[in-house]
Each structure stands twice: as structure tokens, then as C-alpha cells.
């Protein structure tokens, strides 16, 4: 059984940052993916960045250039490092775990962890 565990959420204002963990316990392949997502109030959850061991790596557009996915299955740690926030990032984060390989689609994902709040305040 695979757990994870986001951390690292808070409060910013515009043009802040945050550095997101996702603690993995369990087994976990290279191959298998790493994805975040956002769920804004009112709305479902939402691709943000994914990643696997073999270096693949996609982000959504919206957040290109501002965050980045590290990590990797030896470590079962996974970051999302978000900088140049805007009040568009707030929700919650959850990070969750694709076998095999990447989508950005949630129903995909296998295992989620509880999720982390961020709030960016103009």
C-alpha cells in the first residue's frame, strides 16, 4: 500500500513562494509518475505538474517558468517549487501517484495524499 503526505502549503501574498512536499511511503517504480494537482474552491481538481524517475516532465501552461517539479523514486520524495505567485494558485495541492505512466487526468491517479492548503492574497 502506497501513502503520500503533501506538506509546505501556507500564506502568501502576490509574488511569493512556496515549496510543496510530497512524502511517499511504499514502493514506488521509476517508471510510475508523480503528478500535482490543484482543486480551487468550487472547482475539481485541476493538473498542475507531473513527473516520473526517467526524467519526463510536463507542467501545465499556466504555471510554466514559474514552477518546478524535482524528485524521485529513490528519495519517495517529490517537491513542487512555486514562485511568482498569483492569487489564481490558491486551493488545495494534492500530490498522487500514476502507475506505470503519466496523464494529467486525476481519475488516473491511484493514490492521493490529503492535500495542502495554499492561499495567495493580491
Known amino acids: 500500500q502506497v501513502q503520500l503526505a503533501e506538506s509546505g502549503g501556507g500564506s502568501v501574498e502576490t509574488g511569493g513562494s512556496l515549496r510543496l512536499s510530497c512524502s511517499i511511503s511504499?514502493?514506488?517504480?521509476?517508471?510510475?509518475?508523480v503528478g500535482w494537482f490543484r482543486r480551487a474552491p468550487g472547482n475539481e481538481r485541476k493538473f498542475v505538474a507531473m513527473k516520473n524517475s526517467r526524467s519526463y516532465i510536463l507542467y501545465t501552461a499556466s504555471v510554466k517558468g514559474r514552477f518546478t517539479i524535482s524528485g524521485n523514486s529513490t528519495q519517495n520524495m517529490f517537491y513542487l517549487q512555486m514562485d511568482s505567485l498569483k492569487p489564481e494558485d490558491t486551493g488545495t495541492y494534492y500530490c498522487g501517484i500514476q502507475r506505470g505512466y503519466c496523464s494529467t487526468v486525476p481519475t488516473a491517479y491511484a493514490y492521493w495524499g490529503q492535500g495542502t492548503e495554499v492561499t495567495v492574497s493580491s
Open positions: 511504499g514502493d514506488i517504480s521509476s517508471g510510475d509518475c
